[in-house]
């Protein structure tokens, strides 16, 4: 599967962003969606998963209550929808599949595609 995220850009502290990734192939509903995000001089991290039908989620503590991850299999997307954003939300901002849900560590993912910047300002 291959994965381009848009949508990133420059916000305020409170704004709001909706990330988009798209897949190509058909094998997109049989994979478990992520997002990661990966700031300066940091190590990328977890943000968001959904499962391969889309009725399960699950969230880093970090962003919990603020952002939510949601898919749409007939377009082979998934959203990420991002409210309330602090400056410590700056990252480049990825997105990955798996066959495996429930993960969390970026060394499971063997493939990453081209990530979007978002700039959250004070």
């Known amino acids: 599967v291959q994965l381009q995220a848009s949508g990133g850009g420059s916000v305020q502290t409170g704004g709001s962003l909706r990330l988009s990734c798209a897949a190509s192939?058909?094998?997109?509903?049989?994979?478990?969606m992520y997002w990661f995000r990966q700031a300066p001089g940091k190590e990328r991290e977890f943000v968001a998963a959904?499962?391969?039908?889309?009725?399960?989620?699950y969230y880093a503590d970090s962003v919990k209550g603020r952002f939510t991850i949601s898919r749409d299999n007939a377009k082979n997307t998934v959203d990420l929808q991002m409210n309330n954003l602090k400056p410590e939300d700056t990252a480049n901002y990825y997105c990955a599949s798996h066959p495996e849900y429930g993960l969390v560590q970026p060394n499971r993912f063997g493939h990453w595609g081209q990530g979007t910047l978002v700039t959250v300002s004070s």
């Open positions: 192939g058909r094998t997109f509903s049989t994979y478990a």
């Open positions: 959904i499962g391969r039908g889309g009725g399960s989620a």
